[in-house]
């Protein structure tokens, strides 16, 4: 199983960016996914996740509003919409997948950097 998280870089605060996450190994329709970010310095946290199924969406309250986690499931990828984003955006992003009651499959993450 592989998760390989793409689309991370520089952007200006209150631009946008799309990260991409394909996944080999698994099939993504029929498994939780999420986004989580870790910043220098501080303890990962939750972003996103998007159930299997009817693809139900949960954000954190930092991101409410501006993140838009989706799936294609043709192209077993998972996807990130960031609008809006902030200095405290920056971070290390990683997607994640859940085989049983955790994410415990991980990526090896992408760097978002937003630049004030």
């Known amino acids: 199983v592989q998760l390989q998280a793409s689309g991370g870089g520089l952007v200006q605060a209150g631009g946008a960016l799309r990260l991409s996450c394909a996944a080999s190994g698994l099939t993504i329709s029929t498994t939780s996914m999420g986004w989580f970010r870790q910043a220098s310095g501080k303890e990962r946290e939750f972003v996103a996740r998007?159930?299997?199924?009817?693809?139900?969406?949960v954000y954190a309250d930092s991101v409410q509003g501006r993140f838009t986690i989706s799936r294609d499931n043709a192209k077993n990828t998972v996807y990130l919409q960031m609008n809006n984003l902030k200095s405290e955006d920056t971070a290390i992003y990683y997607c994640?997948?859940?085989?049983?009651?955790?994410?415990?499959?991980w990526g090896q993450g992408t760097l978002v950097t937003v630049s004030s």
């Open positions: 994640a997948a859940r085989s049983g009651s955790s994410f415990d499959v």
């Open positions: 998007i159930s299997w199924g009817p693809s139900i969406a």
